[in-house]
């Protein structure tokens, strides 16, 4: 499954629980969304929402085995916090990240997470 990773599973983010997460799965490389998102800070972590007016957000793309998938869905918090679901990335298809569930309200827009 390919999987599209904007915030603390980057590479150049929190590598301990990546390398916990990721250890043995194929980072293909970096990519942007198309332009129908948004990024807002959680405090510790960003959260991605659809928004049709929105930007492109970038981040990595990576194939996961289907061993992975329930490890990432449980540091995730899917389906409560963030939600699996598919996204657009430019040039590639049948792609899928996490969606924050929560509210935007009184949360800062930004353009990365670095």
Not at 9 to 35: M, Y
Not at 46 to 68: R, T, Y
Request: hydrophobic residues 35%; aromatic residues 12%; contains cysteine.
């Amino acid at each position: 499954m390919k999987m599209f990773f904007y915030g603390t599973l980057k590479q150049d983010c929190s590598r301990s629980v990546a390398d916990r997460l990721l250890r043995g799965e194929k980072l293909i490389g970096k990519v942007n969304t198309s332009s129908k998102y948004r990024l807002f800070t959680n405090g510790a972590f960003p959260g991605m929402i659809e928004d049709e007016k929105g930007v492109a957000v970038p981040g990595e793309l990576w194939e996961v085995s289907e061993q992975a998938v329930p490890r990432l869905d449980a540091y995730e918090g899917h389906p409560h916090l963030f939600k699996r679901g598919p996204v657009e990335i430019d040039g590639h298809s049948d792609v899928q990240t996490y969606f924050w569930c929560g509210s935007t309200e009184g949360r800062r827009e930004i353009p990365n997470w670095v």
